[in-house]
Protein backbone atom coordinates (compact mmCIF):
# COMPACT_ATOMS: atom_id res chain seq x y z
CA UNK A 1 0.00 0.00 0.00
CA UNK A 2 2.70 2.77 0.76
CA UNK A 3 4.33 1.84 -2.80
CA UNK A 4 0.90 2.94 -4.56
CA UNK A 5 1.13 6.43 -1.82
CA UNK A 6 4.64 7.31 -2.91
CA UNK A 7 3.78 6.95 -6.61
CA UNK A 8 0.59 9.18 -6.47
CA UNK A 9 2.20 11.53 -3.89
CA UNK A 10 5.08 11.88 -7.00
CA UNK A 11 2.83 11.87 -10.44
CA UNK A 12 -0.93 13.09 -9.37
CA UNK A 13 -1.99 16.11 -9.46
CA UNK A 14 -6.14 16.64 -9.08
CA UNK A 15 -5.87 19.88 -11.06
CA UNK A 16 -3.42 18.93 -13.46
CA UNK A 17 -6.31 18.40 -15.95
CA UNK A 18 -4.71 20.50 -18.54
CA UNK A 19 -2.02 18.21 -18.26
CA UNK A 20 -1.47 15.64 -21.19
CA UNK A 21 -0.46 12.28 -19.95
CA UNK A 22 -0.43 13.55 -16.39
CA UNK A 23 -2.12 10.70 -14.11
CA UNK A 24 -4.76 12.81 -13.11
CA UNK A 25 -5.83 13.82 -16.93
CA UNK A 26 -5.89 10.00 -17.90
CA UNK A 27 -8.21 9.06 -15.10
CA UNK A 28 -10.38 11.67 -16.54
CA UNK A 29 -10.22 10.53 -19.96
CA UNK A 30 -11.34 6.94 -18.83
CA UNK A 31 -14.07 8.13 -15.94
CA UNK A 32 -12.37 5.90 -12.84
CA UNK A 33 -14.13 8.02 -10.49
CA UNK A 34 -12.87 5.58 -7.74
CA UNK A 35 -8.84 6.80 -8.21
CA UNK A 36 -8.68 10.25 -6.05
CA UNK A 37 -5.57 10.10 -5.16
CA UNK A 38 -2.93 9.66 -2.41
CA UNK A 39 -5.54 10.35 -0.12
CA UNK A 40 -7.82 7.16 -1.17
CA UNK A 41 -5.28 4.60 -1.32
CA UNK A 42 -6.44 3.52 2.22
CA UNK A 43 -9.94 3.45 1.27
CA UNK A 44 -10.29 2.08 -2.39
CA UNK A 45 -7.04 -0.04 -2.99
CA UNK A 46 -7.85 -2.08 -5.52
CA UNK A 47 -9.01 0.50 -7.86
CA UNK A 48 -6.38 2.70 -7.27
CA UNK A 49 -3.50 -0.58 -8.02
CA UNK A 50 -5.48 -1.39 -10.95
CA UNK A 51 -5.44 2.43 -12.25
CA UNK A 52 -1.85 2.18 -11.44
CA UNK A 53 -1.36 -1.13 -13.75
CA UNK A 54 -3.48 0.17 -16.66
CA UNK A 55 -1.56 3.13 -16.90
CA UNK A 56 1.45 1.19 -16.95
CA UNK A 57 0.41 -0.67 -19.78
CA UNK A 58 -0.35 2.29 -21.70
CA UNK A 59 2.44 3.66 -21.08
CA UNK A 60 4.22 0.63 -22.32
CA UNK A 61 2.21 -0.51 -25.72
CA UNK A 62 2.34 3.41 -26.42
CA UNK A 63 6.22 3.83 -26.47
CA UNK A 64 6.43 0.36 -28.09
CA UNK A 65 3.61 1.87 -31.21
CA UNK A 66 6.48 5.39 -31.17
CA UNK A 67 9.10 3.00 -31.18
CA UNK A 68 8.16 0.97 -34.04
CA UNK A 69 6.29 4.10 -35.80
CA UNK A 70 2.86 2.10 -36.03
CA UNK A 71 0.06 4.41 -35.95
CA UNK A 72 -2.69 1.97 -33.54
CA UNK A 73 -2.10 -1.53 -32.55
CA UNK A 74 -3.67 -3.24 -35.19
CA UNK A 75 -1.80 -1.60 -37.97
CA UNK A 76 2.02 -2.89 -39.24
CA UNK A 77 5.38 -1.42 -37.69
CA UNK A 78 7.01 1.10 -39.94
CA UNK A 79 10.49 0.75 -38.47
CA UNK A 80 12.25 -2.66 -37.57
CA UNK A 81 9.93 -4.80 -39.87
CA UNK A 82 10.32 -8.06 -39.67
CA UNK A 83 8.81 -11.72 -41.25
CA UNK A 84 7.72 -12.48 -37.63
CA UNK A 85 5.62 -15.88 -38.18
CA UNK A 86 8.66 -17.10 -39.87
CA UNK A 87 11.32 -16.77 -37.33
CA UNK A 88 11.96 -19.51 -35.20
CA UNK A 89 11.39 -19.36 -31.51
CA UNK A 90 14.72 -18.62 -30.16
CA UNK A 91 14.71 -15.75 -33.31
CA UNK A 92 11.06 -14.43 -31.92
CA UNK A 93 12.56 -14.24 -28.18
CA UNK A 94 15.88 -12.55 -29.00
CA UNK A 95 13.73 -10.07 -30.96
CA UNK A 96 11.25 -9.42 -28.83
CA UNK A 97 14.18 -8.82 -26.52
CA UNK A 98 15.66 -6.55 -28.23
CA UNK A 99 12.70 -4.16 -29.06
CA UNK A 100 12.04 -4.37 -25.24
CA UNK A 101 16.13 -3.27 -24.11
CA UNK A 102 15.66 -0.21 -26.87
CA UNK A 103 12.32 0.86 -25.39
CA UNK A 104 13.88 0.49 -21.63
CA UNK A 105 16.97 2.31 -23.13
CA UNK A 106 15.15 5.40 -25.15
CA UNK A 107 11.79 5.79 -22.86
CA UNK A 108 12.43 4.75 -19.32
CA UNK A 109 16.16 5.35 -18.61
CA UNK A 110 16.60 8.68 -19.34
CA UNK A 111 18.34 9.73 -16.69
CA UNK A 112 21.82 7.75 -15.32
CA UNK A 113 21.78 9.37 -11.74
CA UNK A 114 21.12 5.76 -10.20
CA UNK A 115 23.98 4.51 -12.05
CA UNK A 116 26.26 6.78 -10.29
CA UNK A 117 24.66 6.23 -6.80
CA UNK A 118 26.40 3.59 -6.04
CA UNK A 119 30.24 4.77 -7.08
CA UNK A 120 29.73 8.24 -4.90
CA UNK A 121 28.02 6.76 -2.08
CA UNK A 122 31.68 4.08 -2.02
CA UNK A 123 33.46 6.90 -2.15
CA UNK A 124 31.44 9.14 0.58
CA UNK A 125 31.79 6.48 2.97
CA UNK A 126 35.97 5.76 2.70
CA UNK A 127 36.00 9.21 3.20
CA UNK A 128 34.00 9.06 6.13
CA UNK A 129 36.13 6.11 7.37
CA UNK A 130 39.43 7.75 6.90
CA UNK A 131 37.95 10.97 9.13
CA UNK A 132 36.75 8.22 11.42
CA UNK A 133 40.14 7.01 11.77
CA UNK A 134 42.05 10.44 12.32
CA UNK A 135 39.87 10.75 15.89
CA UNK A 136 41.79 10.49 19.10
CA UNK A 137 39.26 9.37 21.61
CA UNK A 138 41.94 9.92 24.63
CA UNK A 139 42.26 13.79 23.52
CA UNK A 140 38.40 13.65 21.91
CA UNK A 141 39.87 15.70 19.10
CA UNK A 142 40.51 15.00 15.62
CA UNK A 143 44.63 15.05 14.03
CA UNK A 144 44.53 15.77 10.15
CA UNK A 145 46.50 12.78 8.56
CA UNK A 146 48.85 14.77 6.74
CA UNK A 147 50.16 17.94 9.06
CA UNK A 148 48.55 16.71 12.34
CA UNK A 149 46.89 19.57 12.98
CA UNK A 150 44.12 19.13 15.70
CA UNK A 151 40.16 20.32 14.91
CA UNK A 152 37.11 19.93 17.81
CA UNK A 153 35.15 19.24 15.36
CA UNK A 154 34.50 16.89 12.06
CA UNK A 155 33.15 19.96 10.11
CA UNK A 156 36.43 22.06 10.71
CA UNK A 157 38.54 19.03 9.86
CA UNK A 158 36.79 18.28 6.70
CA UNK A 159 37.46 22.36 5.77
CA UNK A 160 41.19 22.04 6.32
CA UNK A 161 41.27 18.77 4.36
CA UNK A 162 39.71 20.25 1.37
CA UNK A 163 41.49 23.56 1.74
CA UNK A 164 45.12 22.22 2.44
CA UNK A 165 44.90 18.82 1.37
CA UNK A 166 42.85 19.45 -1.99
CA UNK A 167 40.47 16.29 -0.70
CA UNK A 168 37.38 15.76 -2.69
CA UNK A 169 33.96 15.15 -1.23
CA UNK A 170 30.85 14.33 -3.27
CA UNK A 171 28.69 16.87 -4.01
CA UNK A 172 24.99 17.12 -4.81
CA UNK A 173 24.24 17.80 -8.57
CA UNK A 174 22.00 20.61 -9.60
CA UNK A 175 19.42 19.60 -12.04
CA UNK A 176 18.02 23.17 -12.92
CA UNK A 177 18.91 22.40 -16.20
CA UNK A 178 16.16 24.47 -18.69
CA UNK A 179 16.96 22.29 -21.88
CA UNK A 180 15.29 18.85 -19.63
CA UNK A 181 12.10 17.60 -21.44
CA UNK A 182 10.06 17.65 -18.65
CA UNK A 183 7.51 15.51 -20.12
CA UNK A 184 9.72 12.66 -20.77
CA UNK A 185 11.28 12.72 -17.31
CA UNK A 186 7.93 12.75 -15.86
CA UNK A 187 7.21 9.46 -18.02
CA UNK A 188 10.22 7.96 -17.99
CA UNK A 189 10.04 8.15 -14.00
CA UNK A 190 6.49 7.09 -13.54
CA UNK A 191 7.74 3.77 -15.53
CA UNK A 192 10.25 3.09 -13.43
CA UNK A 193 8.22 3.14 -10.64
CA UNK A 194 5.24 1.42 -12.00
CA UNK A 195 7.61 -1.54 -13.18
CA UNK A 196 9.23 -1.77 -9.90
CA UNK A 197 5.29 -2.06 -8.08
CA UNK A 198 4.75 -4.73 -10.92
CA UNK A 199 8.05 -6.31 -10.51
CA UNK A 200 7.79 -6.43 -6.59
CA UNK A 201 3.83 -7.46 -6.42
CA UNK A 202 4.84 -10.52 -9.21
CA UNK A 203 7.95 -11.16 -7.07
CA UNK A 204 5.69 -11.34 -3.61
CA UNK A 205 3.12 -13.49 -5.71
CA UNK A 206 5.81 -15.97 -6.97
CA UNK A 207 7.69 -16.32 -3.24
CA UNK A 208 11.04 -15.14 -5.29
CA UNK A 209 12.89 -14.25 -2.90
CA UNK A 210 15.69 -12.58 -4.74
CA UNK A 211 13.86 -10.21 -6.42
CA UNK A 212 11.58 -9.35 -3.19
CA UNK A 213 15.51 -8.56 -1.41
CA UNK A 214 16.86 -6.60 -4.32
CA UNK A 215 13.66 -4.65 -5.14
CA UNK A 216 13.66 -3.43 -1.09
CA UNK A 217 17.15 -1.50 -1.74
CA UNK A 218 14.77 1.03 -4.51
CA UNK A 219 11.58 1.32 -2.32
CA UNK A 220 14.14 2.23 0.15
CA UNK A 221 15.16 5.00 -1.45
CA UNK A 222 11.73 6.08 -2.85
CA UNK A 223 10.74 5.91 0.61
CA UNK A 224 12.74 8.28 1.89
CA UNK A 225 12.07 10.94 -0.93
CA UNK A 226 8.03 10.54 0.14
CA UNK A 227 8.98 10.93 3.63
CA UNK A 228 7.45 7.57 4.45
CA UNK A 229 10.04 7.13 7.50
CA UNK A 230 8.61 4.11 9.25
CA UNK A 231 8.82 2.26 5.82
CA UNK A 232 12.06 3.39 4.86
CA UNK A 233 13.23 2.19 8.24
CA UNK A 234 11.09 -1.63 7.87
CA UNK A 235 12.93 -1.52 4.86
CA UNK A 236 16.81 -0.86 5.86
CA UNK A 237 16.14 -3.28 9.39
CA UNK A 238 15.33 -6.16 6.04
CA UNK A 239 18.02 -5.94 4.51
CA UNK A 240 20.24 -5.12 7.72
CA UNK A 241 18.84 -8.55 8.90
CA UNK A 242 19.82 -10.58 5.71
CA UNK A 243 22.96 -9.19 4.91
CA UNK A 244 24.84 -8.55 8.64
CA UNK A 245 23.09 -9.84 11.27
CA UNK A 246 21.62 -13.37 10.34
CA UNK A 247 23.46 -16.29 10.31
CA UNK A 248 23.88 -17.61 6.36
CA UNK A 249 21.69 -20.22 7.66
CA UNK A 250 18.78 -17.84 9.09
CA UNK A 251 19.16 -15.25 6.81
CA UNK A 252 18.51 -17.49 4.06
CA UNK A 253 15.42 -18.62 5.74
CA UNK A 254 14.58 -15.00 6.16
CA UNK A 255 14.79 -14.18 2.54
CA UNK A 256 12.37 -17.06 1.54
CA UNK A 257 9.73 -17.08 4.19
CA UNK A 258 8.62 -13.28 3.00
CA UNK A 259 5.24 -14.78 1.60
CA UNK A 260 2.81 -17.56 2.30
CA UNK A 261 0.51 -19.84 0.78
CA UNK A 262 -2.64 -20.15 2.24
CA UNK A 263 -4.48 -22.07 -0.80
CA UNK A 264 -1.72 -24.30 -2.68
CA UNK A 265 -0.16 -24.28 -6.11
CA UNK A 266 1.76 -21.94 -8.12
CA UNK A 267 1.02 -18.08 -7.99
CA UNK A 268 -1.25 -17.88 -5.01
CA UNK A 269 1.35 -16.66 -2.41
CA UNK A 270 0.92 -13.18 -0.23
CA UNK A 271 2.77 -11.46 1.79
CA UNK A 272 2.99 -12.07 5.11
CA UNK A 273 2.18 -8.37 6.49
CA UNK A 274 -1.00 -9.14 4.68
CA UNK A 275 -1.45 -12.72 6.31
CA UNK A 276 -1.06 -10.94 9.76
CA UNK A 277 -4.14 -8.14 8.77
CA UNK A 278 -6.27 -11.45 7.82
CA UNK A 279 -5.93 -12.80 10.52
CA UNK A 280 -6.10 -10.31 12.79
CA UNK A 281 -9.87 -8.96 11.28
CA UNK A 282 -11.30 -12.44 11.46
CA UNK A 283 -10.05 -12.56 14.93
CA UNK A 284 -11.67 -9.25 15.95
CA UNK A 285 -15.08 -10.50 14.29
CA UNK A 286 -14.67 -14.05 16.26
CA UNK A 287 -14.23 -12.10 19.15
CA UNK A 288 -17.31 -9.73 18.70
CA UNK A 289 -19.73 -12.65 18.27
CA UNK A 290 -18.61 -13.14 22.17
CA UNK A 291 -19.85 -10.04 23.20
CA UNK A 292 -19.84 -9.41 27.08
CA UNK A 293 -18.36 -12.53 27.46
CA UNK A 294 -14.77 -12.55 25.70
CA UNK A 295 -11.98 -12.90 28.11
CA UNK A 296 -7.90 -12.92 27.67
CA UNK A 297 -8.65 -17.17 27.58
CA UNK A 298 -11.18 -16.90 24.89
CA UNK A 299 -9.40 -14.65 22.80
CA UNK A 300 -6.16 -17.13 23.03
CA UNK A 301 -7.85 -19.91 22.13
CA UNK A 302 -9.86 -18.05 19.13
CA UNK A 303 -6.39 -16.72 17.57
CA UNK A 304 -5.11 -20.36 18.01
CA UNK A 305 -7.98 -22.50 16.55
CA UNK A 306 -8.39 -20.27 13.36
CA UNK A 307 -6.23 -21.89 11.12
CA UNK A 308 -7.03 -25.20 12.14
CA UNK A 309 -10.81 -24.15 11.71
CA UNK A 310 -9.97 -23.27 8.25
CA UNK A 311 -8.17 -26.90 7.58
CA UNK A 312 -11.23 -29.03 8.91
CA UNK A 313 -14.19 -26.67 7.63
CA UNK A 314 -11.59 -27.17 3.71
CA UNK A 315 -11.68 -30.72 4.54
CA UNK A 316 -15.24 -31.10 4.69
CA UNK A 317 -16.38 -29.22 1.61
CA UNK A 318 -13.46 -31.32 -0.09
CA UNK A 319 -15.11 -35.08 0.87
CA UNK A 320 -18.33 -34.15 0.82
CA UNK A 321 -17.63 -32.55 -3.03
CA UNK A 322 -19.56 -29.28 -2.01
CA UNK A 323 -19.54 -26.23 -3.21
CA UNK A 324 -17.74 -23.28 -2.13
CA UNK A 325 -19.90 -20.44 -1.55
CA UNK A 326 -18.88 -16.91 -2.19
CA UNK A 327 -19.22 -14.14 -4.60
CA UNK A 328 -15.89 -14.07 -7.08
CA UNK A 329 -15.21 -11.07 -8.57
CA UNK A 330 -15.26 -11.35 -12.48
CA UNK A 331 -12.79 -10.12 -14.91
CA UNK A 332 -13.38 -6.68 -16.58
CA UNK A 333 -11.70 -5.94 -19.82
CA UNK A 334 -10.40 -3.18 -19.98
CA UNK A 335 -8.48 -3.15 -22.94
CA UNK A 336 -10.57 0.15 -24.52
CA UNK A 337 -9.06 1.69 -21.70
CA UNK A 338 -5.45 1.31 -22.55
CA UNK A 339 -6.56 2.66 -25.96
CA UNK A 340 -7.97 5.84 -24.88
CA UNK A 341 -4.85 6.65 -22.57
CA UNK A 342 -3.04 5.77 -25.26
CA UNK A 343 -4.29 8.33 -27.85
CA UNK A 344 -4.34 10.79 -24.80
CA UNK A 345 -0.59 10.41 -24.58
CA UNK A 346 0.06 10.30 -27.93
CA UNK A 347 -1.98 13.18 -28.50
CA UNK A 348 -0.04 15.15 -26.27
CA UNK A 349 3.39 14.49 -27.54
CA UNK A 350 4.25 12.55 -24.50
CA UNK A 351 6.86 9.71 -25.84
CA UNK A 352 8.62 12.56 -28.05
CA UNK A 353 11.57 14.21 -26.22
CA UNK A 354 11.55 17.92 -26.82
CA UNK A 355 14.10 19.85 -24.87
CA UNK A 356 12.58 22.40 -22.91
CA UNK A 357 8.93 21.54 -22.68
CA UNK A 358 7.31 21.31 -19.09
CA UNK A 359 4.13 20.46 -17.31
CA UNK A 360 2.13 23.16 -15.74
CA UNK A 361 1.86 21.63 -12.43
CA UNK A 362 4.98 19.55 -12.63
CA UNK A 363 7.63 22.41 -14.00
CA UNK A 364 10.46 21.00 -12.30
CA UNK A 365 9.66 17.78 -12.12
CA UNK A 366 13.00 15.31 -12.02
CA UNK A 367 13.51 11.84 -12.20
CA UNK A 368 12.76 10.61 -8.32
CA UNK A 369 15.98 8.43 -7.89
CA UNK A 370 17.64 12.18 -8.71
CA UNK A 371 16.31 13.68 -5.91
CA UNK A 372 17.92 11.09 -3.43
CA UNK A 373 20.28 13.46 -1.29
CA UNK A 374 23.28 11.43 -1.12
CA UNK A 375 24.68 13.35 2.21
CA UNK A 376 21.15 13.32 3.87
CA UNK A 377 20.96 9.36 2.97
CA UNK A 378 24.54 8.56 3.98
CA UNK A 379 24.20 10.58 7.52
CA UNK A 380 20.55 8.39 7.73
CA UNK A 381 22.27 5.35 7.65
CA UNK A 382 25.17 5.75 9.82
CA UNK A 383 22.19 6.60 12.33
CA UNK A 384 20.60 3.63 12.15
CA UNK A 385 23.72 1.00 11.63
CA UNK A 386 24.88 2.79 15.29
CA UNK A 387 21.08 1.89 16.78
CA UNK A 388 21.37 -1.53 15.36
CA UNK A 389 24.94 -1.73 17.21
CA UNK A 390 23.41 -1.53 20.72
CA UNK A 391 20.01 -2.42 19.88
CA UNK A 392 20.94 -5.76 18.65
CA UNK A 393 23.11 -6.75 21.27
Aim: glycine share 4%; net charge neutral.
Amino acid sequence: MKKIQIIYQQFYKSTSNIDKGSLSQLRNVIHRVDVQGADRVVDSYRAHFAFISDCLDAFLVGACLHHLDMENIESEPKRKQVLFAALSSDEKRQYIEQIASEIERNYINLEKDLCSLNPRSQEMYLKEQQIQDMFDADEMKFFCLHCRRSYKTRGNLKNHLKKEHEWQFPVEQNDDDKELDRVALYRASFMKCALLLRDTNDAYILGDGNRIMDNSKFQMLLSGISQHTKYQLWLFRFLGNFHCLLSPRDAYEYKWNCTTNLKGGNGHNIPNDNLVEILVHRLKAKLQTQGANVTYASARKAALTLQIQDEIRENMIEQCEMKKTGTSRTSTSVTNDIILMINELSAGGVFDYVPGRRYENFRTFNDLFSKVNLMSLHKWLTKQKERLSYETV
